[in-house]
Every structure is written in C-alpha cells, then in structure tokens.
C-alpha cells in the first residue's frame, strides 16, 4: 500500500526512525538515569524516587540476580505486581542482568499463573505479597526455584512503609495468609545485590526483552517475544511524535494503566523515560475518588487510559473540579474511544482525546493521531514511522482505498514470533513479512484508519483481551454443562462484557451457579456477566457453533 499516510504527517515528524539509536532496552535506561538523574523517576502514594536511586535499585537487583540466584541471560523472570515503585526495579534490573521480562498479571487466578510460568519457563518470581497466595499454589510444577516477596510500603522511608503495610494485611485484611519455603524479601535481596555489584551484559536488538502474553484464537495464552529492537524501535516511533509537544525533564504522566499491559509499558514506562519524564503511579485506579484525590496534588502534563477509565473519573465530582491548564497530552488505546467520551473529555479539560491503536504483537504502537488534531474525529490515526500497513481481504490481496480488509502490519515493532509456537507464528504472518492483526479496518484518501469491525471472535473488557475458547473451556469443565458458546456483547461501563450461550444436562444449573464457577476458575474481567441458556446452539454443517450467529442475533434484538 502506498503511504498516503506520510502527506498528513504533522509538521517535524520524520517519515523514519533510526532503530539503532539505542543498542538496547537497557542503554534506554541507563543514558536517562545519567542524564536526569535527579529528576524525579516515579511517584506512588507520595513517595518519589529519583533516576539516580532508580539507577542504584536496579543496579542491586540485577546483582541479586546474577551472583545469588545464577541467573545467565536470557533467563526468564517474572514480575507479578500492580503499579508500584518496585516494578521498574523488578524490570529494569532484570533486564540489566540479561534476563527476560515476563510480566504477570496480578488479578490471574493459579491456573492462569500457572500456565504462563510453565509456558515461559520463568526461574524467578517477583510479587507483591497480596498476590504471594496465588504464587504459592501456581508454582507447582513449574520452573521457578526462587520467589522474591514485597509488600506495597516496604520502599516507603520511615514509619509510613511499616504503617501502609500493617494497615493492608491487619485492618483492609489484603493480604491473604501465604507460605512459600524459601521465598525472600525484596528489600533483603536489594541489600544483598548492592553488596556484590553487577556485571553489565551486552545485549544485541535480536535478544529477547520481554515475553508478553496475550490470548489466541485457541485459547492458550501465548508469549509474543518482543525483542529489545522491537521495544527501542516503537519507543523510537512514539518519541518522534511526541518529541515537539513535550520538555525533556519537566513533564509528568498519570500512569492509571497497569505497567505488565504492553500499552502503559511502552508509552508511559519507557518513552516517557525516554524524555526524563516524571511517571505518577495509580495502584488502584478502581478507586476514583482516591484517584482524584491524589491527581489534586499534582499539576500532570499528561495522561494515557481507556475510554472506559476517562468516563469513570468524568462522572466523579473531584475530578471536574481539577485545575487541567498544564495538560497537554491525553492518549486513548487498548479499547475503541467513545465519540461521547472524548467530546465530553474535551469539554471539560480544553484538551481532546486522541486515539492510538496497537496490539501486544507489535509492541504495541501501530497507528495514532496528531497531537495538533484539533477535535475527536472517529479514526485510530495514521501509522507510525517506520511502520507499513496494508489493508487485505480473506485471500490476501491487497483491497482498494476506501474498502475494509484485515489490517495488516509490518514494521521494526512486530514481534519476533510466539514464545515456542512456531506453527501459532505462521498463522499471523504473510510470506512477506506482514503480522495480521485480526481487525477490519479501512482508510480514506488522508491516510486516516478507522477499525470497522474484529474478525476474531476476541472480547474486549475494558483494554484487556479476553477469548471464547478460554471461557468456553472453563465452562465446559462444569458437570452440568452440555454445551456452551462464549460472546462479547456492550457493556456501559466495560466497553463489552463476556455472555454465555449455554445448552445444560440437567435443569439444576443455575445463572449464579455459573458465574461463581467462572470467577473461582477466571480472572475478574474474563468472568461473565450473563448467562442465557438454549435447548440448542447454531451450528456450521460440520458441528462448529457459529458464535457469529449467536452475536448478530443479540444486535438485531438490541436495534
């Protein structure tokens, strides 16, 4: 496809980037913790921590790594935590240590777990000790030999980090009873590594820097291996088109979205650290008045979320009431922006809320729009640099400008493959290189792109990815269950919502019945919020049900 794209560029953006400008993840970090380093890194719960002490806690927990545990590169650590001040020190020393970046979910649930560290293989475990229950039970039989335990304050100085955990485990009761032989403290760990020191490892753009797990089509949770040049090539793309709207070393990010979701890992974690940015943690953005309470404190440049995170802070009282004359930056991805949202959005900041859109395989920045863009305008925006895009139909032949196809990606940010799924990979890629995103879309004669609809059956509840097999498998596993078929259909606060189709053994099972199965077995957004059971389900000529079906059918009776 030609790049029409490039003639709408905004004024300064290059049509290309140099993937070479950092030689890793790593030298990302290290060139801006030299250079900002008494900047203020990160900021949670009123605690700062600079880019020199961030240089120093990473420094130690690489250490750590490397000569009390033995890791070698290309090791696998996992980082299971909620945004908090030990999860860059958890990722960037690992990555310092030559290790891979497995992040966790904190909210799995242990089959979920489980799956994952066996899959990657992962040696290390680093959770905040709310979750360490869960650990507790999901390592079984898997790879981990050593789990490294923190609790939210204990980077806290003084009597505040004894406080906030005493307060979370005796009197919010958040921390349920754990027992893991050998696990450690994090700060004891630190202390340690600090004493040894590290050895830097070389690290290529070939090496594998994180493995990011996302869902598939056969309802196995796959690694996407995203390789250092795949990170510092789309840190690289979003610096060139945020470098004329920002200041190096005076901008502040409200960081709500969790750090291991590929969206505020890449743009809040990394890019903005690529500008010396500071990043505000949100721990629990599910509280909204604690939410404002704590935006009240600071006078934030910029902000990134989902749409269904900015309609829940602009229905909250506090919030309107904020001062936003230093925002500059509002960024929307991970799930489709809502055309009332962003005008309401607008209206109430002076700022609007441009759209961006991605996927976990390309790391994740595909499309996004100008930052000079002077309203919402309905489209996902226009690719970013480096990147090719191509519009397909069913037999992979490019279609005409103007008519929807599959999108298609290719570019320095997709992904190396799935994590020991070479046949999964294939599935994904064409002959010439280009990664299938799965989502019709379509362009106009500008160069904007408009998703039309999602060719996979995936779900989206509020950014994350959720897929019908999983479901469908969990279901299916209940004694009462015949049959069952798993669908996304709108949800006010969610974006969707997960429904079940179900045909039953016996008329015993019950809606409620259904649900508590699936949230015992489920994280909390994969669990259902509706239950209609059939005497049948549609069904193709060979026996596959026809989910499709079952979904149009429920939007003719909602028209």
């Not at 869960?134 to 003084?158: C, H, N, Q, R, S």
């Not at 949770?221 to 190096?248: C, D, F, P």
């Not at 600071?298 to 009282?317: E, P, Q, S």
């Amino acid at each position: 496809m030609e790049s029409i794209w490039l003639k709408s560029y905004p004024k300064g953006v290059p049509a290309t980037i140099d993937v070479n400008a950092f030689s890793s993840v790593v030298d990302i970090f290290e060139r801006s913790a030299k250079r900002f380093a008494d900047k203020v890194a990160y900021i949670n719960m009123g605690v700062r921590i600079t880019y020199r002490e961030l240089d120093q806690q990473t420094a130690a927990f690489a250490g750590y790594l490397q000569n009390d545990l033995g890791l070698v590169p290309g090791d696998r650590v996992a980082v299971m935590m909620p945004n908090c001040l030990q999860y860059p020190i958890g990722v960037f020393g690992t990555l310092r240590a030559g290790c891979v970046v497995v992040n966790c979910n904190p909210l799995y649930t242990v089959r979920e777990l489980h799956h994952q560290l066996k899959d990657s293989g992962a040696r290390v475990i680093v959770v905040l000790e709310n979750f360490a229950h869960t650990v507790e039970e999901a390592i079984v039989g898997t790879a981990v030999e050593k789990v490294i335990v923190t609790g939210l304050g204990d980077l806290f100085p003084g009597a505040k980090g004894a406080i906030v955990n005493l307060v979370l485990k005796y009197v919010k009761k958040m921390v349920p009873h754990w027992n893991i032989p050998g696990a450690v403290r994090l700060n004891g760990a630190l202390r340690r590594g600090a004493g040894t020191g590290f050895k830097p490892v070389p690290r290529t753009l070939d090496d594998i820097a994180f493995l990011q797990y996302t869902g598939g089509t056969t309802g196995v949770s796959k690694g996407a291996m995203l390789t250092h040049r795949n990170i510092v090539a789309n840190v690289e793309q979003a610096y060139a088109w945020l470098a004329s709207a920002v200041v190096e070393g005076e901008e502040l990010i409200v960081t709500a979205l969790p750090l291991y979701h590929i969206f505020s890992l890449t743009a809040n974690c990394l890019t903005f650290m690529r500008i010396g940015a500071a990043n505000l943690l949100i721990t629990n953005p599910r509280d909204i008045p604690g939410f404002a309470k704590e935006l009240a404190k600071y006078r934030f440049t910029a902000i990134t979320g989902v749409n269904t995170l900015f309609n829940a802070l602009m229905n909250n009282d506090d919030f309107r009431d904020l001062d936003f004359s230093s925002l500059k930056l509002t960024l929307g991805g991970g799930m489709a922006v809502q055309r009332a949202v962003a005008e309401r959005w607008q209206k109430l900041t002076g700022m609007p809320l441009l759209e961006a859109y991605g996927l976990t395989e390309t790391s994740p920045a595909v499309t996004i729009n100008p930052l000079d863009l002077p309203a919402y305008n309905g489209t996902i925006g226009l690719p970013v640099p480096s990147t090719e895009v191509s519009i397909r139909d069913d037999a992979g032949v490019e279609v005409p400008l103007g008519h929807p196809g599959e999108l298609c990606v290719r570019g320095p940010q997709v992904m190396a493959g799935y994590w020991q799924r070479p046949d999964e990979t294939k599935k994904v890629m064409t002959s010439d290189g280009f990664f299938m995103t799965g989502d019709v879309a379509v362009a106009d004669e500008q160069g904007f792109f408009r998703i039309v609809d999602r060719k996979k059956d995936m779900i989206l509840v509020s950014g994350f990815n959720v897929y019908p097999n999983e479901i469908e498998d969990v279901v299916a596993g209940h004694p009462g269950v015949l049959e069952v078929a798993a669908v996304g259909v709108p949800d006010e606060k969610s974006g969707e919502a997960v429904k079940l189709f179900v045909v039953v053994r016996n008329e015993g099972v019950t809606e409620a019945a259904l649900i508590a199965y699936c949230r015992e077995r489920l994280t909390g957004y994969k669990v259902p919020s509706q239950v209609e059971f059939r005497t049948e389900l549609p069904k193709t000529n060979v026996g596959k049900i026809l989910r499709r079906s079952l979904r149009d059918e429920g939007m003719a009776k909602r028209a």
